[in-house]
Every structure is written in structure tokens, then in C-alpha cells.
């Protein structure tokens, strides 16, 4: 198949574009979009056939439900059974935006979408391009981040490119992504609801709309057979990118381990976050100075792991970035890409499983 790539202006979205978008889907086909947080592989999601393709396309387990991308709340409270109060707060505070809410779901949509779980995840995201293309279509919008399962979750056409030439039929190529994230994730079907992933949208500021909203993430115990798991994006190796990456605590003798690695030859990057300092320059070991502020380095985030793969290093070292809850979102993917490179409790490392 071959894929095509259409620029479209990300605040004022040309018509025909959209239209054709609308025409692919409508179709049965898959359309890569642009979304504030990251881009989304869209397919119909009332469509199964549709929506198999998105897990063919990412080679994304089966156990694991998509995202439903919704208009406005009414399109959302139309495929839910029950629709409670905090829905109804949650999404006047942060809709359109970074924010999905996981309820139970009507009959309407297909037990592929939600893994034949009883919940279904909903978000109405904030970009124009997507609300245009929600807008154009009949039907609301299944849509994972578009990479191959368990990678690094793409900010730029370019990245998307990298993992699914080929396997989409069109990529809507609106510039980089706003936030670089992906959503905040909060479980609504549960008493009380707590928060599945960290995302744009954090725990303080839910709190001030939702008053008993819990965060109950797991950073290492999950694995794929932990049949507890109630969102697979809780799943410890998650958002890696395939050069082997190390966390180092600011506070250590950081400096030691990247020499000891130089000295032994390999090629090694670092993501360095902290003071304005000169950086010592050694031949096979290259530099990135990450953005003081959480927003932007969540921003380029992925973006610069992308780069860092591209170099071929043999590792990549990252600065733990501080404990505050502004970093929690960042903290909790770096902590999923390294976990991949972690032993596990038998000794076995969980990365190439692949
Ligand atoms: O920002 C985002 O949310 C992006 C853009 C494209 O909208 N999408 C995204 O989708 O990150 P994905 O599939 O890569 O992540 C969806 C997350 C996963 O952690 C998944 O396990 C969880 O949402 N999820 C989906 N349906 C669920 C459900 N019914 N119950 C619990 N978790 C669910
Ligand atoms: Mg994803």
C-alpha cells in the first residue's frame, strides 16, 4: 500500500483534505491525524474491520483497548451506558482537550475497541484538524498513538513515517504536536475514579473538579500476564525507544558512568537536564540539553528519543528530571522506556520481547 502524505494547516484545516480524510475512513481505511497530545491512528470505530486494521497496522496486542475520539460530550454520552456527574464536570473543565475518561459502554461500540472489556475510553481532542475530521465524519474515531506497539509515541509526521510507511493509506501532516504527550486517562467506571495514566492534565488540577480522583499506577509490577492489569498502558515496558535507555538520579556521580561507558567504547547519548553548566565534549558521546520547564520538555520529549535513536547509539543515559508533580507525566514515561532495559524479578531482561 502506499502512503500518502498531505500538509494541512494545523489552525485553519483546508476543506478538501479534510473531505478526502473523511472519504478513507468512511471507507474502512486508516488515517493518521494530528491531536494536541501526539498523532492517533484513526480508523471508524463502530467499523471492527476498521478498527483490526489499527492493530494489524501496530502490531498492538489484542488485550489492549483503543481510544474513542468523540466530537463534544453529547456524541460521547451516546455510546456509554451510564453518564455521571463527574463526566459532565470533567469534561466542561477539559474538553476539547488532553483528557479521556474511561465508562461504561453501550452496545454500539465493537468488542475489538475496548478488548472486550465492559469500559470504553473516551476523549474529544482540541487540535483543528481532528475536530474537523470528527466533524466531516458520521461515526466517532478509534485512535491509538500511531506507532508500532510499544515504541516511542510520535509528535511529527516524520516519526510516523519511520514505523508505518506503507501500512496507513494517508498521514495528515500538521507540524509538531502541542503538548507531546498523551492524554491523562481517568477511570470513571471505578468508585472513586482514579487516574490510569498521567498525562498534560494533572492530578492537582483534576482534583479541583473532581473532588476523590485516586492515582493508582504501578510503574514496575505490571507485565503482560498480570491479568489485573485494568489499563494496558499501565504495562511496564510502554513508550520505549530501541536504543538501550539508562535513568541516572541528577544527585549521583552521573558523570562517572557516562565516562566508564565512553571509555569502553560505546556510543552514548545523553538527555541532560539541570544547570546552565559547560558540558564536557568526548568523542562518541552526544549531548542533549532538555528544556528546564516541564511543559516544554514534555513538548520535544519524544521527539529527541527519536533523534537519539537515529544517532545508532549502544546507550542512552537520561537525568531523572525532579520529583515535583509537574514532572509526573514525563517521570512515568522515562520510567516505562527504561524499565524495558531493567532486569525483571528473574533476572530476565524485559526487552526484545518484541
Ligand atoms: O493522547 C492520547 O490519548 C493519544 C491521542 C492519539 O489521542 N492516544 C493514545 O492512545 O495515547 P493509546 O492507544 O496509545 O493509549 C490508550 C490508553 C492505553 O493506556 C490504554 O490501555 C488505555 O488508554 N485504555 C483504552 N481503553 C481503555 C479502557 N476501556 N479501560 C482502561 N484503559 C483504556
Ligand atoms: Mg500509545
Redesign the pocket.
Known amino acids: 500500500m502506499q502512503t500518502v502524505v498531505l500538509p494541512i494547516d494545523p489552525d485553519h484545516p483546508d476543506r478538501l483534505v479534510i473531505e478526502q480524510a473523511a472519504e478513507v475512513l468512511s471507507r474502512g481505511g486508516l488515517v493518521v491525524?494530528p491531536?494536541?497530545?501526539?498523532?492517533?491512528?484513526?480508523a471508524n470505530a463502530l467499523q471492527a474491520e476498521a478498527v483490526q486494521r489499527i492493530f494489524t497496522a501496530k502490531g498492538?496486542p489484542s488485550q489492549?483497548?483503543?481510544?474513542?475520539?468523540v466530537v463534544d460530550e453529547m456524541a460521547a454520552q451516546s455510546l456509554v451506558r451510564a453518564w455521571p456527574e463527574r463526566a459532565t464536570r470533567l469534561c466542561q473543565a477539559f474538553w476539547p482537550g488532553?483528557l479521556?475518561i474511561?465508562l461504561p459502554?453501550s452496545e454500539l461500540i465493537p468488542d475489538i475497541?475496548?478488548?472486550s472489556?465492559?469500559?470504553?475510553?473516551l476523549?474529544s481532542?482540541a487540535h483543528p484538524v481532528?475536530r474537523a475530521l470528527l466533524m466531516a465524519c458520521p461515526f466517532p474515531l478509534a485512535?491509538?498513538?500511531?506507532?508500532r506497539s510499544s515504541s516511542i509515541?510520535p509528535t511529527k509526521a516524520e516519526h510516523v513515517l519511520k514505523d508505518l510507511n506503507g501500512l496507513v493509506e494517508l498521514i495528515l501532516d500538521a507540524g509538531p504536536c502541542a503538548?507531546g504527550?498523551?492524554?491523562t486517562?481517568v477511570?470513571l467506571?471505578k468508585e472513586p475514579p482514579c487516574i490510569?495514566?498521567p498525562?498534560p492534565i494533572g492530578p492537582e488540577e483534576l482534583l479541583r473538579v473532581i473532588t476523590d480522583v485516586r492515582w493508582e499506577i504501578r510503574p514496575h509490577a505490571a507485565t503482560e500476564k498480570d491479568a489485573s492489569i485494568?489499563?494496558?498502558?499501565?504495562?511496564s515496558r510502554?513508550y520505549a525507544p530501541k536504543t538501550e535507555l539508562h535513568l541516572l538520579p541528577a544527585d549521583q556521580p552521573f558523570w562517572k558512568t557516562i565516562h566508564q561507558a565512553c571509555e569502553a567504547g560505546q556510543r552514548v547519548g545523553l538527555l541532560y537536564w539541570g544547570m546552565d553548566e559547560p558540558l564536557p565534549s568526548q568523542p562518541n558521546l552526544i549531548i542533549d540539553r532538555m528544556p528546564a520547564s516541564a511543559k516544554e520538555y514534555g513538548k520535544v520529549m519524544y521527539d529527541r528519543l527519536h533523534a537519539m535513536d537515529a544517532h545508532g547509539l549502544n546507550v542512552l543515559f537520561v537525568l531523572v528530571p525532579p520529583k515535583s508533580e509537574e514532572w509526573l507525566a514525563i517521570r512515568d514515561r522515562l520510567t516505562r522506556a527504561a524499565v524495558a532495559n531493567e532486569p525483571d524479578a528473574t533476572g530476565t531482561l524485559q526487552r526484545n520481547q518484541e
Do not use: C, F, K, M
Request: proline share 9%; no cysteine; net charge positive.
Open positions: 491525524i491531536t494536541e497530545t501526539v498523532y492517533g491512528l484513526a498492538r489492549n483497548p483503543v481510544i474513542v475520539h488532553p479521556t474511561v459502554r475497541v475496548t478488548a472489556g465492559s469500559t470504553v475510553a476523549r481532542p481532528a485512535a491509538p498513538s500511531a506507532n509515541s503538548h504527550l498523551e492524554s486517562v477511570d467506571a490510569l495514566r498525562g485494568r489499563s494496558p498502558g499501565q504495562l510502554h
